[in-house]
Each structure stands twice: as structure tokens, then as C-alpha cells.
Nanobody, 121 residues
Framework: QVQLVESGGGLVQAGGSLRLSCTASGSIISINNMGWYRQTPGKQRELVAVISSGGSTNYADSVKGRFTISRDNAKNTVYLQMNSLKPEDTAVYYC???????????????WGQGTQVTVSS
């Protein structure tokens, strides 16, 4: 069984910072991409940032220069450092990982439970 557990969400004032963490556990052979998505009521879930197993990154235009994604492969953990937060960043943030699981020949997507980030003006 594979499980992704997130932490680090909370309430912060505009201009502040938060660091999200997501750790994968279970019968894992390897993890390809890991990423962060966010969703607000009435809107489609959108990609915020993604990082490959080799460390290459991509960001949504709205967060470039403010957010940094990183990973610790030894810990199966991905982080999202969020600086200069804006009220528009308020959303539920979901961790995603593409994982090659033991006894399978495919890589499947797994999702964290979501963590609320609220930025006040």
C-alpha cells in the first residue's frame, strides 16, 4: 500500500512564508515525478510545481520566483517552499507522486490528503 502524507499548511499573512512537506511510504520501487497542485471551490485543480527524479523543475507562471519545489529521494519526500504569499494563493494544496510500486509494471499516480493554505490580506 502506498500513502502520501502532507503537512505544513496553515494561516499566514500576505507576504509571509510556509513550507509544505509530503512523504510517500509503502511498497515503493521508485518515484518519478513529484508535484504540488492546488484547488479552490469552483475551480479546476491546477499544477503549481513539479520536480523530476533527477531534480528538474517546472512552475506555474503565477508562482515563479516565489515558490521553490525540492525533494529528498532518500526520504521519499517533496517540499514546497512558498514565499511572498498572496491572498490569491489561498487553496487546498495536494501532493502528487508518480510511483513504480512493487509487483507492478506501470507507474501510477498517488495523491495526498490535501492541506489548507490560507493567506490573509
Amino acid at each position: 500500500q502506498v500513502q502520501l502524507v502532507e503537512s505544513g499548511g496553515g494561516l499566514v499573512q500576505a507576504g509571509g512564508s510556509l513550507r509544505l512537506s509530503c512523504t510517500a511510504s509503502g511498497s515503493i520501487i521508485s518515484i518519478n515525478n513529484m508535484g504540488w497542485y492546488r484547488q479552490t471551490p469552483g475551480k479546476q485543480r491546477e499544477l503549481v510545481a513539479v520536480i523530476s527524479s533527477g531534480g528538474s523543475t517546472n512552475y506555474a507562471d503565477s508562482v515563479k520566483g516565489r515558490f521553490t519545489i525540492s525533494r529528498d529521494n532518500a526520504k521519499n519526500t517533496v517540499y514546497l517552499q512558498m514565499n511572498s504569499l498572496k491572498p490569491e494563493d489561498t487553496a487546498v494544496y495536494y501532493c502528487n507522486a508518480n510511483i513504480w510500486r512493487i509487483f507492478t509494471t506501470t507507474r501510477d499516480d498517488y495523491w495526498g490528503q490535501g492541506t489548507q493554505v490560507t493567506v490573509s490580506s
